[in-house]
């Protein structure tokens, strides 16, 4: 256990550098995730289902459900690139 944990710790520490700056997540539009690297769309993509899971109350990672709600939430991206990503990611995953 111990083993993996070093190893996500340095997983993300190589990481880092892609992440110079910081931003709002909320304030992403789906036209500024289309630009990003897919470093940090999946970073992005993975703070986002955990963001909103926690918001739900869920704090189970179920990456069949993820890459549902991902392929979801680029649809809505694809009809409104002004759409927040934050919005689409929590439209599709959030109980209604």
């Known amino acids: 256990?111990?083993?993996?944990?070093?190893?996500?710790?340095?997983?993300?520490?190589?990481?880092?550098?892609?992440?110079a700056q910081s931003f709002d997540v909320a304030t992403a539009t789906c036209g500024d995730f289309a630009s990003m690297d897919a470093d940090t769309m999946g970073t992005?993509?993975?703070?986002?289902?955990?963001?909103?899971?926690?918001?739900?109350?869920?704090?189970?990672?179920?990456?069949?459900?993820?890459?549902?709600?991902?392929?979801?939430?680029?649809?809505?991206?694809?009809?409104d690139p002004a759409k927040s990503v934050l919005d689409a990611m929590a439209e599709v995953s959030l109980p209604q």
């Open 1 to 19: 256990m111990k083993t993996k944990l070093a190893l996500a710790a340095l997983a993300m520490t190589l990481a880092a550098p892609a992440f």
């Open 44 to 79: 992005m993509l993975l703070w986002i289902d955990g963001y909103t899971g926690g918001v739900a109350g869920d704090t189970t990672l179920d990456l069949g459900r993820l890459q549902q709600n991902i392929t979801d939430a680029m649809t809505l991206c694809a009809a």
